[in-house]
């Protein structure tokens, strides 16, 4: 709640204000990232990861699409540069590949979020992207709770398709609500990006349960107390990121 409260607060008041606090979000799970590679002997440097992060941020919100690409190839550089000094050669491919897959996942897909908010309606746009998010962890939820008996993947036992058609309905009857009342778009608009958002935020959970596998961790950090770390929570967010700007620009 006090998150929500602080990314709405911020959104609907100083725009840049609340890339700061994106910035705060991805940078924390950025170091439960790196971290949780450090577990199984990864390296990845924090320092230039998070400059990545804040020159991708300010890339995009200052200069657009082309800047956001060219920060992300330019940082992508520095951290195969900056593994060639430090540790030798023994682990180099390994250690430059996660450093350069953290800088990627979630720090650029983190800052498609200024894309959104460079326009007019930026903080409408905003807040759609997240709520037809949250509605998809909400609806999977409830629909897995009450209905759930098919397994849909043994990635994550838990998951089932019938919480899947559950995060479906919730999406899209949230994204056709808030696109007609927010964006004055059709309901077919905004079905559309709530139903793509239900898929790929479940694909989100998906890719991060298979990083936590493999690394053999239970969650990738401890600041949420039920919930794991903030990248237990920017998982689904970050998947449905891209697709969500590309749909409102393409429709609005």
């Keep these: 709640m006090v998150l929500g409260g602080l990314t709405i607060g911020s959104l609907y008041t100083i725009k840049e204000l609340f890339l700061v606090v994106v910035v705060a979000a991805v940078g924390v799970g950025v170091l439960e990232l790196i971290k949780a590679f450090g ?16 020159g991708m941020q ?5 200069g657009g699409p082309v800047w956001l690409i060219a920060a992300f190839a330019i940082f992508a550089f520095v951290l195969l540069i900056w593994r060639m000094f430090s540790d030798g050669t023994d682990g180099y491919v390994r250690d430059a590949t996660a450093s350069v897959f953290t800088l990627f996942y979630p720090a650029m897909l983190s ?3 200024a894309l ?3 326009e007019d309606d930026g903080h409408h746009r905003v807040l759609i992207f997240v709520a037809v998010t949250v509605a998809s962890d909400i609806g999977g939820y409830i629909a897995g709770v009450l209905f759930g008996r098919h397994q849909m993947t043994v990635i994550s036992p838990k998951k089932t398709w019938e919480g899947l058609a559950g995060s479906v309905v919730a999406c899209t009857a949230v994204g056709a609500w808030l696109v007609v009342w927010l964006l ?21 959970d998906l890719i991060e349960s298979m990083i936590k596998r493999d690394l053999g ?9 039920g919930h794991g770390g903030l990248m237990d929570r920017l998982d689904s967010l970050v ?5 969500a700007w590309l749909l409102m620009t393409l429709f609005f």
């Design 116 to 118: 959104l908010l460079t």
């Design 58 to 62: 300010a890339g995009a919100y200052f």
């Design 184 to 204: 004055d778009g059709d309901i077919w608009q905004g079905a559309l990006i709530g139903a793509l958002a239900a898929v790929l935020a479940t694909v989100g």
């Design 217 to 225: 961790i239970k969650d990738l950090g401890t600041i949420l107390p």
């Design 239 to 243: 998947t449905t990121l891209v697709p």
């Design 39 to 54: 577990t199984r002997g990864i390296k990845v440097p924090a320092i230039p990861v998070l400059a990545g992060l804040v």
């Design 111 to 113: 800052a498609f979020v």
